[in-house]
């Protein structure tokens, strides 16, 4: 199977890593994961990666705390998160480099554009930490800036559902899944599968997203083949 995808950006929640535990890491979860990231890079796929982290902290739901000093708790979230996932892939013979947009030299590079171009022409695997390393930016922004940083040919987008519907399926029997959809659908349909500041910015630099059902790991790995799956959003 040919690739049909040279370099992506994939999305992965903080929650995904976290497993039936629902907080903190679970392995058993995050290394079949790692396993179609891996595929992916043997397969000749650049692969960076921007994680969130709302398996070990929620900033909006953190009371009355400043919400700058609340964003800058999830941002260490996401490096904690980003770490981990460097650990899971190298045990499994991957070259990983972790880059964070908050300073932090003792434990990851900081974030530079050329640096991590360098990284993907070597084979290497990019973990992006610390989101925008911006406050009131959520990760789902992060990732839509890297990618077109990056010039990634597609956002990836792994969820616990296996596409973007009109309500949610696990709600309600008569959820609608969309095959296809432009960035302006999920702004004026307010469809929740990413905020508006992240729509914006993919509809904006031409991005191409796609999301999909992240409870089977392969799916990553036949997103990059090409594979018909999830729901394709389209600049417009």
Not at 140 to 156: G, K, P, Q, S, V
Request: glycine residues 8%; neutral net charge.
């Amino acid at each position: 199977m040919a690739l049909k995808y040279k370099r992506v950006l994939l999305k992965l929640s903080g929650e995904a890593l976290a497993g039936s535990k629902k907080t903190g890491l679970d392995y058993d979860t995050i290394t079949p994961i790692c396993r179609a990231v891996k595929r992916c890079s043997d397969a000749g796929v650049e692969v960076g990666i921007v994680v969130g982290g709302g398996n070990f902290w929620r900033g909006r739901s953190s009371g009355a705390m400043d919400r700058t000093r609340a964003d800058h708790i999830g941002m260490l979230a996401t490096a904690m998160n980003a770490l981990a996932l460097a650990d899971s892939l190298e045990h499994l013979g991957c070259e990983v480099r972790v880059q964070t947009a908050l300073t932090m030299t003792n434990v990851a590079e900081p974030y530079i554009r050329s640096r991590a171009i360098r990284h993907f022409e070597k084979g290497r695997i990019v973990i992006f930490g610390c989101g925008t390393g911006n406050p009131f930016f959520s990760t789902d922004t992060a990732a839509a800036l890297r990618a077109a940083e990056i010039e990634a040919d597609i956002l990836m987008k792994a969820t616990m559902v296996d596409g973007v519907y009109d309500k949610d399926p696990n709600k309600y029997d008569d959820a609608v899944k969309y095959e296809t959809l432009t960035f302006t659908d999920v702004v004026n349909r307010q469809l929740g599968v990413m905020d508006s500041t992240a729509a914006a910015l993919c509809r904006d630099n031409g991005m191409t997203m796609l999301v999909f059902d992240l409870s089977r790991p392969d799916n990553i790995y036949d997103a990059c083949m090409g594979k018909s799956l999830g729901t394709l959003i389209l600049p417009e």
